[in-house]
């Protein structure tokens, strides 16, 4: 009688498994033409691609700004006026790299990942079959 009742519970254990799993399974069917169009509105998209890659480049170039007032800084460091200006573009590079790292840093990445995975099914469809 106990065996009967463990093999009961074990069938009712794999099937409450099986019910829960199932829909986890079929989860990402959803799916759509529309769904760039529906990133686009969602509030939390703020940047595109394109503006993104500005604010990227924008940091680049206003971290070579401050280089070159470190090399001025250098040969003056009593010049407080300089001092003064590369605190302010470090600031603003800090502020920006804030910006890129929220709201650009995962859809680059994703982006990326995409192009290298395209790049790889591409590669592997040129390649010939063998001669049996």
Known sequence: MNL?????????????????????????????VKSKEKKMNNPNHLLNFAECKE??????????????????IE??????????????????AANQSTVYDVWCKDMMRKRMKSRDKAKKEKKHKNHEKPDN
């Open 4 to 32: 009967n009742k463990d093999i009961k519970m074990k069938r009712l254990f794999v099937l409450t498994m099986l019910t829960c799993m199932i829909p986890l399974a079929v989860a990402d069917h959803h799916k759509d």
């Open 55 to 72: 604010i990227k480049e924008g940091i680049g170039g206003i971290l070579s700004m401050s280089g070159g007032i470190w090399k001025e």
């Open 75 to 92: 040969k003056n460091p009593e010049d407080k006026k300089k001092w003064g200006e590369v605190i302010a573009l470090s600031d603003l």
